[in-house]
């Protein structure tokens, strides 16, 4: 069966260093795996996604994701945190679309930047 | 402008009584899907919609009824038998075109507490 695990509930970073959130999955095949940003009281909002190719991908606001196939990770980074960036970050994951055309998302991590 | 709309945004309903959620979208988009947030678990499916006049459960249907009788709308209706419905449910869209594969448009949530 399809899962995504997000191992920290919270990541706390000072406003200004880098970040990363931690994401891996597990899936029988080639999965697709995603990013997407949670404000409070808001719905999701994707981030970025990687399908195939470079196994660097680039998102909005500054944010990119590493896939790395041998360690079954997606984690998400930004080089610079910003206290705007204070969010909940869900990793999510699929087979190829098509096949189900659903996601299966994390448990979420809390993303606290500090000023 | 674009997106998904999902009323009311917040809901208190007494135990034994249905209620429903209401989800529309003027994205033209085909797939459409129901999802339920609860502190520390995440997104959870309840149900998903490829086409209009069919959906299929989700991982947690139980409790729960929709409908798809027209590709802009997808009520959710949260019945008595759902045991603890208190929670954060999210709507969803998905266009069907591949480049798009997997980026979700979400609405505003509604939150609903049973009292």
């Known amino acids: 069966a399809q899962s995504v695990a997000q191992p920290e509930d919270q990541v706390n970073v000072a406003e200004g260093n880098p970040l990363t959130v931690k994401c891996t999955y597990s899936?029988?095949?080639?999965?697709?795996l995603f990013w997407y940003v949670q404000y409070p009281n808001r719905g999701l909002q994707f981030l970025l996604k990687y399908i195939t190719g470079d196994n660097l991908v680039k998102g909005s606001y500054g944010f990119e994701a590493e896939f790395n196939k041998s360690q079954t990770s997606f984690h998400l980074k930004k080089p610079s945190a910003l206290v705007s960036d204070s969010a909940l970050y869900f990793c999510?994951?699929?087979?190829?679309?098509?096949?189900?055309?659903?996601?299966?998302f994390g448990t979420g991590t809390l993303l606290a930047v500090q000023p | 402008d674009g997106g998904i709309t999902q009323s009311p945004k917040y809901l208190f309903r007494k135990e034994g009584q249905n209620v429903t959620l209401s989800c529309e979208q003027n994205?033209?988009?085909?797939?459409m899907y129901w999802y339920r947030q609860d502190p520390g678990q995440g997104l959870r499916l309840i149900y998903y919609?490829?086409?209009?006049?069919?959906?299929q459960k989700g991982d947690i249907a139980e409790g729960y009824s929709v409908s798809r009788e027209k590709k802009e709308s997808f009520p959710l209706t949260v019945t008595s038998a759902q045991k603890n419905p208190t929670a954060f449910y999210l709507c969803a869209s998905s266009a069907p075109r591949q480049s798009m594969a997997g980026e979700l448009f979400f609405g505003e949530g509604s939150r609903l507490t049973v009292l």
């Open positions: 994205l033209n988009h085909d797939a």
């Open positions: 919609s490829q086409i209009v006049n069919d959906f």
């Open positions: 999510a994951v699929t087979l190829p679309w098509g096949a189900t055309n659903k996601l299966i």
């Open positions: 899936v029988s095949g080639n999965p697709y």
